[in-house]
Nanobody, 115 residues
Framework: QVQLVESGGGLVQPGGSLRLSCAASGTIGMINTMGWYRQAPGKERELVAAIISGGSTNYADSVKGRFTISRDNAKNTVYLQMNSLKPDDTAVYYC?????????WGKGTLVTVSS
């Protein structure tokens, strides 16, 4: 089992920045990939960014050049640095861990981009 706890969401003005954190605990060794998804009101959940155990990363086209995913293996924590935020980035952001065919999810953290 893997437990994920997100933090760092909040209200930010357009053009601002936020950093989300996801702390993982439990059977960490089974995790291959960690990532961030988001779900806006009335929309389906979508992948924002992912980082694979070897270190390679993947981003949604809508966030490339603005968001950066990183991890601290010593702290079992994954981060999402979000810059140049837009109102369209408003959503609940969920941390995801995948390993041995199983997806694990955090409870989500709300990011609101508004003036």
């Amino acid at each position: 089992q893997v437990q994920l706890v997100e933090s760092g969401g909040g209200l930010v003005q357009p053009g601002g920045s936020l950093r989300l954190s996801c702390a993982a605990s439990g059977t960490i060794g089974m995790i291959n990939t960690m990532g961030w998804y988001r779900q806006a009101p009335g929309k389906e959940r979508e992948l924002v960014a992912a980082i694979i155990s070897g270190g390679s990363t993947n981003y949604a086209d809508s966030v490339k050049g603005r968001f950066t995913i990183s991890r601290d293996n010593a702290k079992n924590t994954v981060y999402l640095q979000m810059n140049s935020l837009k109102p369209d980035d408003t959503a609940v952001y969920y941390c995801n861990a995948f390993g041995r065919g199983i997806n694990y999810w955090g409870k989500g953290t709300l990011v609101t981009v508004s003036s």
